[in-house]
């Protein structure tokens, strides 16, 4: 009889276990989207406890455990983090099925060599032991990382980020590339007039000099853009709705730029007009330089507008949209493609509605020039968030 998430799990036919085994298992890991956060590993902290690394900013447990009735100061709030833990552990068997389940039991073991079921029976002696072990010098975050075979991690970052946290990973000669990526979305949000002018201000601070037109907002990002390169960037990364492909001339935009800083609400059509120029330019410049630009489609972020003013954006609220993609990303791609500017692309989906219409549209844009130059990753959904980051699973088209 096998038992749980043995050294088989999931692999249900010999020819599985044969290529996951002999092939896969060794080989390293390049991780080129995620959100770890370049400061712990900079400072290669160790964590206090379990909850610390397990319970800080991971939005998919918490979804799970307003799922089942505990309460925010259990979640986000003012508990202390053993009964934060003890709440989760609480949470874990009603997740059956659900990846947060799988995922919980192969970190016990992967990590910390336990191969008991969290649960509340269990949750006391788990939380000591691994706790314990987190402060030893084995368990610091660079060793974290390191031991699990992981070659390359490309991070999330804003183009206002100083990136000196890369630099010191770099200077330290860490075995590990530390990458950061480029996540403009902050610099194209025309939906949110005061958000988007606190931002350009913040940009102007960064580069020194004012910002006073549409074309100085682009060399202002362009600047930034380079100096990513310079710190040894490779890659863009986008969260959003949809692939904006509205039609546009640069004087419209220009006009919209000096509506955005003289603060006057923008209708629809504007604010998709300023959003599809600021994506073509970023993607532009992704091609120059020869990085890969990575999309992310179809979440509907923020919905609990109470809770979202409470806990902040992204702690937990989002869901799948049901946003039309097909017309403006075949739109989008082809304008790239057709004045030759289209950079290597992968395309996230978190709607399984649109896996199909996005795999097959990745495909017509391939060129020969690389094998799967445009790729697919399909998301899975845990308690209905957005999937794209552990939960993908790729699919080169």
Same mark, same amino acid.
């Given at each position: 009889?096998?038992?749980?998430?043995?050294?088989?799990?999931?692999?249900?036919?010999?020819?599985?276990?044969?290529?996951?085994?002999?092939?896969?298992?060794?080989?390293?890991?390049?991780?080129?989207?995620?959100?770890?956060?370049?400061?712990?590993?900079?400072?290669?902290?160790?964590?206090?406890?379990?909850?610390?690394?397990?319970?800080?900013?991971?939005?998919?447990?918490?979804?799970?455990?307003?799922?089942?009735?505990?309460?925010?100061?259990?979640?986000?709030?003012?508990?202390?983090?053993?009964?934060?833990?003890?709440?989760?552990?609480?949470?874990?068997?009603?997740?059956?099925?659900?990846?947060?389940?799988?995922?919980?039991?192969?970190?016990?073991?992967?990590?910390?060599?336990?191969?008991?079921?969290?649960?509340?029976?269990?949750?006391?002696?788990?939380?000591?032991?691994?706790?314990?072990?987190?402060?030893?010098?084995?368990?610091?975050?660079?060793?974290?990382?390191?031991?699990?075979?992981?070659?390359?991690?490309?991070?999330?970052?804003?183009?206002?980020?100083?990136?000196?946290?890369?630099?010191?990973?770099?200077?330290?000669?860490?075995?590990?590339?530390?990458?950061?990526?480029?996540?403009?979305?902050?610099?194209?949000?025309?939906?949110?007039?005061?958000?988007?002018?606190?931002?350009?201000?913040?940009?102007?601070?960064?580069?020194?000099?004012?910002?006073?037109?549409?074309?100085?907002?682009?060399?202002?990002?362009?600047?930034?853009?380079?100096?990513?390169?310079?710190? *040894?960037?490779?890659?863009?990364?986008? $969260? =959003?709705?949809?692939?904006? +492909?509205?039609?546009?001339?640069? &004087?419209? %935009?220009?006009?919209?730029?000096?509506?955005?800083?003289?603060?006057?609400?923008?209708?629809?059509?504007?604010?998709?007009?300023?959003?599809?120029?600021?994506?073509?330019?970023?993607?532009?410049?992704?091609?120059?330089?020869?990085?890969?630009?990575?999309?992310?489609?179809?979440?509907?972020?923020?919905?609990?507008?109470?809770?979202?003013?409470?806990?902040?954006?992204?702690?937990?609220?989002?869901?799948?949209?049901?946003?039309?993609?097909?017309?403006?990303?075949?739109?989008?791609?082809?304008?790239?493609?057709?004045?030759?500017?289209?950079?290597?692309?992968?395309?996230?989906?978190?709607?399984?509605?649109?896996?199909?219409?996005?795999?097959?549209?990745?495909?017509?844009?391939?060129?020969?020039?690389?094998? *799967?130059?445009?790729?697919?990753?399909? $998301? =899975?959904?845990?308690?209905? +968030?957005?999937?794209?980051?552990? &939960?993908? %699973?790729?699919?080169?088209?």
């Amino acid at each position: 009889m096998k038992t749980f998430l043995n050294e088989d799990f999931l692999l249900e036919t010999k020819t599985a276990q044969r290529l996951y085994h002999d092939y896969a298992a060794g080989m390293p890991i390049i991780d080129y989207h995620c959100h770890l956060p370049p400061d712990q590993i900079a400072n290669d902290i160790n964590f206090e406890n379990i909850t610390r690394v397990w319970l800080y900013g991971d939005h998919y447990k918490w979804r799970a455990m307003r799922a089942n009735g505990i309460n925010e100061a259990y979640i986000t709030g003012d508990k202390s983090d053993r009964e934060k833990f003890e709440a989760w552990a609480a949470t874990v068997p009603y997740t059956l099925r659900n990846p947060l389940y799988h995922w919980t039991h192969l970190e016990l073991q992967r990590y910390f060599d336990i191969h008991e079921i969290l649960s509340p029976q269990t949750a006391k002696k788990i939380y000591d032991e691994c706790s314990e072990k987190l402060q030893s010098p084995e368990y610091s975050v660079k060793k974290l990382i390191k031991n699990r075979n992981v070659e390359v991690v490309c991070t999330t970052d804003d183009p206002l980020d100083n990136l000196a946290h890369h630099q010191k990973i770099k200077q330290d000669s860490y075995a590990v590339k530390i990458l950061p990526a480029f996540r403009p979305d902050k610099a194209m949000q025309a939906d949110n007039i005061e958000a988007l002018n606190h931002y350009i201000r913040q940009l102007e601070t960064v580069i020194g000099s004012d910002i006073c037109d549409f074309d100085t907002y682009l060399e202002a990002l362009k600047q930034r853009h380079n100096y990513f390169a310079d710190n *040894g960037c490779c890659l863009s990364d986008h $969260g =959003l709705e949809q692939l904006y +492909s509205a039609n546009y001339t640069e &004087q419209e %935009v220009r006009t919209i730029f000096l509506k955005i800083l003289a603060e006057k609400e923008l209708s629809h059509d504007e604010v998709v007009k300023f959003k599809s120029a600021m994506l073509y330019h970023f993607s532009v410049w992704d091609h120059e330089k020869g990085w890969v630009q990575q999309y992310h489609l179809g979440a509907l972020r923020n919905n609990n507008t109470r809770a979202v003013a409470e806990s902040g954006p992204d702690t937990g609220y989002d869901s799948i949209g049901d946003f039309s993609q097909g017309r403006s990303l075949s739109k989008f791609m082809n304008r790239l493609e057709a004045e030759n500017k289209l950079a290597k692309t992968v395309l996230y989906n978190i709607n399984p509605v649109d896996n199909e219409l996005i795999a097959t549209m990745a495909g017509n844009f391939n060129d020969g020039s690389v094998a *799967g130059k445009n790729a697919v990753w399909i $998301g =899975l959904v845990v308690f209905g +968030s957005e999937g794209w980051h552990d &939960q993908a %699973v790729g699919c080169a088209v």
